[in-house]
């Protein structure tokens, strides 16, 4: 497999230190990757491009295969940190169509049967930088797996060497974390409260000095 980078952005804590133990985060990626001579590649076959990417709402059914050997797929985990929600993730690829092309796993990737495990993908491949979908209802702390591969062989024949890179875009999170209950602001006010009061009380228990 190539070498891919992974930039996880987490929100942001709305206040106190209590504040953000109370209150969650959400969490996004940007992961970048070169699907390169080397990399691990897929049985005889790989999936079929029938147009249609995922979406929340319904569940793709498996598109079928199509009998092109060997492409290479990089892979990696993504976990769902947030309430249960639609996540859509966004593929390009920098090289010319076919590209490359994304896929989602509820588990590792078997190149023998790429219909286990299946969840979605995104319909077409991403050639000059296009973007492709791939959304996905998502429980709360699911992970499921993401494979980028090549979407065929290149109009000439061979496979192509292309960079890749994959975002996701969690709507309920937008990045910030969420603001705590009127209850929760109590339990952090009191908090507060509190430490401000020890401090005062070790400022009295001090001595002087002569």
């Given at each position: 497999m190539s070498a891919f980078?992974?930039?996880?952005?987490?929100?942001?804590?709305?206040?106190?230190?209590?504040?953000?133990?109370?209150?969650?985060?959400?969490?996004?990626?940007?992961?970048?990757?070169?699907?390169?001579?080397?990399?691990?590649?897929?049985?005889?076959?790989?999936?079929?491009?029938?147009?249609?990417?995922?979406?929340?709402?319904?569940?793709?059914?498996?598109?079928g295969n199509s009998s092109d050997a060997g492409m290479r797929y990089d892979q990696f985990t993504y976990t769902n940190t947030g309430p249960a929600q639609c996540v859509t993730f966004s593929i390009t690829g920098n090289c010319a169509y076919p590209g490359v092309f994304l896929s989602a796993y509820s588990g590792a990737i078997n190149p023998a049967d790429l219909s286990e495990g299946y969840l979605g993908d995104s319909g077409s491949?991403?050639?000059?930088?296009?973007?492709?979908?791939?959304?996905?209802?998502?429980?709360?702390?699911?992970?499921?797996?993401?494979?980028?591969?090549?979407?065929?062989?290149?109009?000439?024949?061979?496979?192509?060497?292309?960079?890749?890179?994959?975002?996701?875009?969690e709507p309920l999170g937008d990045g910030v974390a969420a603001v705590p209950a009127v209850g929760e602001w109590g339990l952090v006010l009191t908090g507060l409260l509190a430490v401000g009061l020890g401090a005062r009380r070790l400022r009295k228990a001090r001595p002087r000095s002569a």
């Amino acid at each position: 497999m190539s070498a891919f980078s992974l930039f996880h952005v987490r929100g942001l804590c709305a206040a106190a230190a209590l504040a953000c133990a109370l209150s969650p985060s959400w969490a996004a990626i940007d992961v970048t990757g070169v699907l390169q001579e080397g990399d691990t590649v897929l049985g005889a076959n790989r999936l079929t491009r029938n147009g249609t990417a995922s979406a929340c709402g319904s569940a793709k059914a498996f598109p079928g295969n199509s009998s092109d050997a060997g492409m290479r797929y990089d892979q990696f985990t993504y976990t769902n940190t947030g309430p249960a929600q639609c996540v859509t993730f966004s593929i390009t690829g920098n090289c010319a169509y076919p590209g490359v092309f994304l896929s989602a796993y509820s588990g590792a990737i078997n190149p023998a049967d790429l219909s286990e495990g299946y969840l979605g993908d995104s319909g077409s491949s991403s050639g000059d930088n296009d973007v492709r979908t791939l959304a996905l209802a998502m429980s709360s702390g699911q992970t499921v797996r993401l494979v980028v591969s090549n979407g065929s062989y290149a109009t000439e024949g061979g496979l192509q060497t292309c960079a890749w890179r994959v975002t996701s875009d969690e709507p309920l999170g937008d990045g910030v974390a969420a603001v705590p209950a009127v209850g929760e602001w109590g339990l952090v006010l009191t908090g507060l409260l509190a430490v401000g009061l020890g401090a005062r009380r070790l400022r009295k228990a001090r001595p002087r000095s002569a």
